[in-house]
């Protein structure tokens, strides 16, 4: 072999051995994740049952269950939804069809880009001082719907955006050229041609809020829950009751920690198999999150 | 783009049965706009309220405590009946995790960005990717369940003499946690690197390598330290690994494998026992929370400075 013919030799094998790596490292993120869930699967599988799913928190490790967790985590998610969702989505539909060019445009957009960066318990510290003891919401499902709420609108704003931007413009020039007016456009044309990027966005930012555990800690979530929260209908008129959103909350994920954070490992079985169903609440809804994306894709070709 | 249609001279009875009034549509198109301005406003009062609560309550707390201590003391013990309010020993603890986790991110994240982005086929690509996320939506605190009860009795195995409680399992596990973000923007970013300039490269003789790490990891520098400073800031803010694993003992020290806590850890630890609304006590939190935002406002300046400084133009 000529020294050149060695130098390429050398470096071809350094190639593969780069690739080697890379793939090695690719294996080894995904075995984490493996290792992870065989590790809750192993620790908690057998302490699924019925009887977790429907009992109250307790003393006794045996008994304990979840009731209170997941109703709390369902009834937060809907406040949480229904504050976020509205605002983020107007808020996207703004900034992209109608903000004009100039400073206090820069200024939201600033903004947006700097909450996406605020660390999670910060907005916890926030509702503590404003939510609860300024405008004395309590520490209760409103507060901490209203916290996880805050926390998620950059990202629905930013992945609205996303969406809405990947509408081409002939698009809404045929709609302005029949004489559409601006909202008709975006409620006819824009809004239903971005409704999967939306949609993947809505649903990834509240599958993330699914799992927050720390803003809800320092709002004041209580982990020891031995009842549900007031019904949200009543006998009488007008049927539908608002009683609950002024009850203290607590949810799956503060459920958890309350059983890893003690000492006895039979509430570490019962903090496995929270997790297991916390892991499949959230890997559920990022598969209909990759779903939604996927079908969107594939349907529409501009 | 201006919607307003104009005025024509045509009659629009031909068009719609009855005819609406003409300003109608118009107030209409005005109140949306304003509500949706008002929508993108909120953002802002976000912002407004997070700094102007944790101000307030730190403000407050200075008066009681002074700002030199605060910056020099080398015991953060604000609940003991000696109280001593010096922020060092949450910043070192804070430091530690995040080095740790750094240390395991960005190289695990870059590689997988170069693979992903110069070697993968479409096929492996378009698996890998969704999987990965999946690593990032995993509960923050189901990952503290497997540092405490996973990776540490792991690492156990290796250092017989480490304490349950330590930073070591918390950094690593927060690193895994993070690889995701510092490797999909990083390869988004490597994807937008112009074909051209690989190509001239391969051209020149230059193997995979050599154009991955020369030609197309610097061109596409600016968004890779994008996610670079995602990554940090993310680190700096994680909260539930820390707190369930790291331990929550205030303690001045670098080493890894000793517990300590972190800014967000201790944030956890007061909400969780009942110091009473207005105390010293609770507003530690506030200046501790003041303390996280202003480092993590500063990583994402600095990322920002770093971005517009690396722009490349093609």
């Known amino acids: ?302 | 783009m201006e919607a307003n249609v104009v005025e024509m001279p045509v009659e629009k009875n031909v068009m719609c049965g009855s005819p609406a009034p003409r300003f109608v549509p118009r107030l209409q198109e005005k109140v949306i706009e304003r509500l949706l301005q008002l929508a993108a406003c909120v953002s802002v009062a976000i912002t407004l309220g997070i700094v102007g609560i944790l101000s307030y309550e730190s403000l407050l707390f200075f008066q009681q405590v002074s700002i030199v201590d605060f910056m020099t003391d080398r015991q953060w013990t604000p609940l003991f009946a000696d109280a001593h309010y010096g922020i060092l020993p949450l910043v070192s603890g804070t430091l530690v995790t995040t080095t740790v986790a750094l240390l395991v991110a960005i190289p695990m994240g870059s590689l997988i960005a170069i693979y992903l982005s110069e070697y993968a086929s479409r096929g492996v690509r378009e698996c890998v990717k969704p999987a990965l996320e999946l690593l990032s939506a995993v509960p923050t605190v189901v990952y503290g369940y497997f540092a405490l009860l996973f990776v540490t009795p792991t690492l156990q195995k290796l250092w017989p003499g480490l304490p349950g409680f330590n930073m070591l399992s918390a950094g690593l596990v927060i690193g895994l946690m993070i690889v995701p973000y510092v490797s999909s923007v990083s390869e988004d970013a490597m994807r937008a690197v112009p074909v051209y300039l690989r190509e001239g490269a391969f051209a020149l003789g230059a193997t995979r390598m050599q154009t991955a790490l020369r030609v197309v990891f610097p061109s596409a520098l600016s968004g890779i330290t994008a996610a670079y400073v995602l990554g940090v800031s993310r680190a700096i803010g994680e909260t539930m690994v820390v707190a369930i694993a790291a331990g929550m003992q205030p303690m001045l020290t670098l080493n890894p494998l000793e517990p300590a806590a972190t800014m967000t850890a201790y944030i956890v630890q007061v909400s969780l026992g009942d110091v009473p609304h207005g105390s010293v006590g609770y507003r530690t939190i506030f200046a501790t929370g003041l303390m996280l935002l202003s480092i993590t406002l500063l990583f994402n300046i600095a990322g920002h400075v770093l971005k517009k400084r690396y722009r490349q133009v093609y």
């Open chain 1, 1 to 302: 072999m000529t020294p050149i013919q060695r130098k390429i030799a050398r470096r071809k094998a350094l190639d593969r051995f780069f690739a080697f790596e890379g793939l090695t490292v690719m294996a080894l993120a995904l075995l984490v994740l493996l290792a992870l869930v065989g590790q809750l699967m192993a620790d908690g599988l057998t302490r699924l049952s019925w009887q977790f799913l429907t009992s109250f928190p307790s003393r006794f490790p045996a008994q304990a269950g979840i009731i209170s967790a997941w109703v709390g985590t369902i009834l937060v998610m809907l406040v949480t939804a229904l504050a976020a969702i509205p605002l983020g989505v107007g808020a996207a539909i703004y900034l992209e069809e109608y903000a004009p060019k100039n400073w206090a445009t820069e200024i939201i957009e600033i903004n947006i880009a700097t909450l996406a960066g605020v660390p999670s318990i910060v907005y916890g510290l926030m509702a503590l001082g404003l939510l609860v003891y300024q405008f004395h919401l309590g520490q209760s499902f409103l507060t901490a719907g209203l916290t996880l709420g805050m926390l998620i609108l950059p990202m629905i704003i930013i992945a609205t955006r996303e969406a809405i931007r990947s509408v081409p413009p002939s698009v809404r020039e045929a709609a302005y050229a029949l004489g559409a007016t601006k909202w008709q456009t975006v409620r006819d044309h824009v809004v239903p041609y971005s409704m999967g990027g939306m949609l993947t966005g809505m649903i990834l930012a509240l599958s993330r809020a699914v799992g927050e555990t720390a803003p809800l800690i320092t709002v004041g979530a209580l982990s020891f829950i031995a009842f549900l929260p007031h019904p949200p209908w009543q006998d009488a008129f007008p049927f539908i009751s608002f009683e609950w959103l002024f009850d203290p909350f607590t949810v799956m994920p503060i459920q958890m920690f309350n059983w890893v954070s003690r000492p006895q490992e039979e509430f570490h079985v019962n903090a496995a198999a929270a997790g297991l169903i916390l892991l499949a609440m959230t890997l559920a809804m990022n598969a209909v999150a990759i779903a939604i994306r996927a079908r969107f894709r594939k349907r529409i070709h501009w």
